[in-house]
């Protein structure tokens, strides 16, 4: 039988700011068609290995590999493109710009025409533009936002802003999807319908990473997860092992969850 392919490989990854460590030695594999989680107390280096793999900060040593082609070295744009995106801790989206021009414009990311063929060939950007506006108008489709298409982002409320996001991290058609904290700030309700759209969204063969601290939400949603303490790797298994490692007990999840 086949083993199961990783999509990512990080290997030995060191981040360091000012002598503070803010990753030590860091080497797990992501599985294609996974949601895997990374869960850790505060300042555990979460967003830093976000910011590592979507190129935003370089390591200062360690290799990052996606489908087995070192990404480590390229620059942020160029690893979005290889086919990594992501959404932030506190929403980042276009608040003037409607719902779908937001969506689009993580869409531009893909569009096959240059800024020379732009330049020269309206004809091209047209039909750029109306594949972006199509594909939009089916991701919003399935974030349930049809009829908030045309509204100006800024207005929705916060639960909807964070769907939009997402749905612009999607519209790069990334093969794998980073959301930092999803769940924070959305109450049950909107929670679980993300959880929901996480499973549609693994179902069209994007691989998902997220860092949240809503463990009820990781236990449920999560096929796998890799814990971080103090920059360091703690574990990785699925939920039931690592929420009876006894490291992972020491060190984080205490009488929250056990
Ligand atoms: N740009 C930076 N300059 C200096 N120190 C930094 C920088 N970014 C992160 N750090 C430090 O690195 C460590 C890890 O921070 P990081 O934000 O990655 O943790 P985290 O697990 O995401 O935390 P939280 O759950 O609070 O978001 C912390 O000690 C932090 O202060």
């Given at each position: ?47 830093t290995l976000f910011n590592l ?21 390229l620059p942020a744009h160029a ?168 490291r992972v007990i020491a060190a ?7």
């Open positions: 039988m086949r083993m199961a392919e990783p999509l990512l490989e990080i290997r030995n990854l060191s981040k360091r700011f000012e002598g503070v460590v803010a990753l030590e030695d860091i080497g797990f594999t992501v599985q294609k068609g996974h949601i895997s989680a990374v869960i850790g107390p505060n300042g555990a280096g979460k967003t793999l979507t190129g935003m900060v370089k390591p200062d040593q360690g290799e990052v590999l996606l489908e087995g082609r070192r990404i480590d070295r690893i979005a493109r290889a086919g990594i995106t992501r959404t932030f801790q506190n929403i980042e989206i276009f608040q003037n710009m409607t719902v779908v021009e937001n969506v689009m414009a993580g869409r531009h990311l893909r569009t096959t025409s240059g800024w020379l063929t732009s330049f020269f060939s309206l004809p091209g950007r047209l039909r750029d533009n109306r594949q972006a506006f199509h594909r939009a108008m089916e991701l919003l489709e399935t974030f349930e936002l049809t009829d908030r298409a045309f509204q100006p982002a800024g207005i929705l409320p916060y639960g909807l802003q964070r769907m939009v996001e997402i749905a612009r991290a999607l519209a790069a058609e990334p093969k794998l999807l980073l959301l930092d904290e999803p769940m924070a700030g959305l109450n049950a309700g909107e929670s679980r319908k993300l959880a929901a759209f996480m499973q549609e969204i693994r179902h069209t063969g994007v691989t998902i990473l997220f860092i949240e601290h809503d463990m009820e939400m990781v236990m449920e949603t999560a096929d796998d997860i890799v814990v971080l303490d103090q920059g360091k790797m703690l574990a990785q298994g699925p939920p039931a092992a690592v929420q009876r490692d006894p984080y999840l205490g009488e929250e969850v056990i």
